[in-house]
């Protein structure tokens, strides 16, 4: 049996991050041999979401290269003038892309990219090789590959580098189905659904929930909608210059180096630059055809405040919800024809692709996986392969670990922990002086 071809850097996911690490790992200046592994047929980013007018959340100039090199011909700008957008987009005045301009961009930079990544391939295993004397410096990836039948192969990584992406996570004892969506499915599930929609409940109190309920107000002029939001209705996100400092570069030292009190003041004082949030943009757009729909009476549009789901149930093709009210202190139905839980999603959890390599990887007092500044495993000495991390790092790095904002520098700070090679072992947090990428 011949031997597995090894590379200096296997990834495991192809989504925004990843994408980001391979163009860095493409503009470093010494050589780097890398293949990332994606069990979708293409790159995907939340397609689900990308409804009609939605817009990022983050600066353009937030992309995949722009805080890690301002000239990189992968740039946001770089893809507007070559797809002779940018006229246009600067005649909007408008710092925010809209979601389909933004995964068109990873589209454009992909497919400058060249034959780095394989689709229909999933990675699910990775192990030491058997016989391995010292110290390991390179693990076995068992990739399975759609395209050959389900066939298993091997390949050897150095370095490699897990970016699975997020968990869409429903409320507890709800399992999705034709009739009960989460939102990250939710623009396939509606245009693939056959049955009339009559009623229509989303529960959620951020940016997708809120944005999911203004498509389908616009989308169903027929239809009520329920709007089941856990708060006294949607807050708006804080995105004014002092609260978006938790995501420049530097805070994530803040973070990292700081203490458990500081650490716990991040989330305390700043969830609600991101979390269970909505623009404030949304919120007048839905607040003015609440208004609108009051104006002309056609209670179309339900705000059902300070509850939640806590159940779900098929009854003669409809959905009967059981929804919580912390107003009332009890419990109600509610049927609908669909419901779509716009209830969040969980970290990445690297535990199950670890497999056998889980034992070397050492974890904090709390039982969470350590990792280092540089997004690398702490491991133990006889394992000198590195495993990287793209997410699953809040507990470490702090609010901005599973967003796109840190992109760029970060896809620069694992690079450049690749190429200093197998001396620069991780270690746990110990303040030291960063290295901040020009």
């Known amino acids: 049996m011949s031997e597995p071809k090894t590379y200096d850097v296997v990834g495991i996911g192809f989504g925004p991050a990843n994408l980001s690490l391979a163009i ?15 069990r979708r047929e293409a790159l995907s ?13 983050v ?4 992309d995949l290269v722009t805080f890690r090199n301002p000239v990189s011909p992968f740039s946001f700008v770089s ?4 797809s002779g957008r940018l006229a246009r987009f600067v005649n909007n005045q408008d710092f925010f892309p809209t979601r389909r301009e933004f995964h068109s961009y990873l589209e ?12 229909g391939s999933e990675v699910t295993a990775m192990r030491v090789p ?17 395209g050959l039948g389900g066939a298993t192969r091997l390949v050897a990584a150095r370095n490699v580098v897990i970016s699975t992406g997020l968990v869409p996570r429903m409320p507890a004892g709800v399992e999705p189905d034709t009739t009960v969506w989460h939102s990250s499915e939710f623009l396939d599930r509606f245009r693939q659904h056959q049955r009339r929609i009559r009623r229509v409940a989303v529960a959620g109190g951020g940016q997708s929930a809120a944005e999911i309920v203004r498509f389908l107000y616009d989308n169903l002029p027929d239809a009520e909608i329920h709007a089941i939001v856990p708060a006294y209705g949607y807050s708006i996100a804080d995105n004014t210059p002092f609260a978006n400092q938790v995501f420049d570069p530097d805070a994530i030292d803040d973070y990292y180096y700081g203490s458990p009190r500081s650490r716990d003041a991040f989330w305390k004082y700043h969830a609600n630059t991101n979390y269970s949030v909505v623009d404030g943009e949304v919120l007048r757009d839905l607040y003015q055809r609440a208004s609108e729909d009051d104006l002309a009476g056609t209670n179309r549009l339900h705000f059902v405040n300070l509850t939640r789901v806590i159940g779900v149930k098929t009854v003669q093709n409809e959905v009967r919800i059981t929804m919580y009210s912390t107003a009332r202190e009890d419990s109600y139905d ?11 999603y969980d970290p990445m959890d690297p535990a199950e692709l670890l497999g056998d390599i889980a034992p070397r990887c050492l974890h904090d007092a709390e039982g969470r996986i350590e990792v280092g500044r540089d997004f690398r495993l702490v491991t133990t000495p006889d394992l000198r392969c590195r495993i990287y991390l793209q997410g699953g790092t809040e507990h470490t790095h702090g609010l901005s670990s599973s967003l796109l904002s840190n992109l760029a520098t970060r896809s620069g700070e694992i690079t450049r922990s690749i190429a200093a090679g197998p001396a620069a072992m991780s270690a746990p947090r110990e303040k030291e002086e960063p290295a901040h990428e020009h």
């Open 24 to 38: 860095a790992l493409e503009e470093h200046p010494d050589p780097v041999s890398a293949v990332f592994f994606e």
């Open 45 to 57: 980013w939340h397609p689900g979401m990308l409804v009609p007018s939605a817009k990022m959340q």
């Open 59 to 62: 600066s353009f100039l937030k």
């Open 79 to 82: 893809y507007l003038h070559e």
């Open 108 to 119: 454009w930079a992909e497919s400058k990219l060249g034959p780095r990544v394989v689709y």
């Open 130 to 146: 058997a016989g391995a004397r010292g110290p390991a410096d390179r693990v076995l990836v068992e990739v399975r590959d759609a």
């Open 334 to 344: 509610q049927d609908v024809d669909v419901l779509v839980c716009a209830t969040g």
